[in-house]
């Protein structure tokens, strides 16, 4: 069994302010899982979230129903 490594990226939307995340989509179909972590600190803790919680959170993100900060 192998084991596999998340392929950490930015969205291409990302203007490098400081406030970016960073997801690992290559584990969704794999694992279940989307880890996502703060590009700023990628030694620090990751959120594994179930693959249809984070399609319906880019969604939300998209539709604009989150306001903004």
Do not use: C, Q
């Given at each position: 069994m192998?084991?596999?490594s998340p392929l950490w990226f930015k969205s291409s939307?990302?203007?490098n302010g400081g406030t970016c995340v960073e997801v690992a989509a290559n584990l969704a179909a794999t694992r279940g899982i989307?880890?996502?972590r703060d590009s700023k600190n990628t030694a620090?803790?990751?959120?594994s979230l179930?693959?249809?919680s984070?399609?319906?959170f880019v969604a939300s993100v998209k539709a604009g129903e989150?306001?903004?900060p």
């Open positions: 192998t084991t596999e939307y990302s203007d989307v880890p996502v620090g803790p990751v959120l179930p693959t249809g984070f399609a319906s989150l306001g903004t």
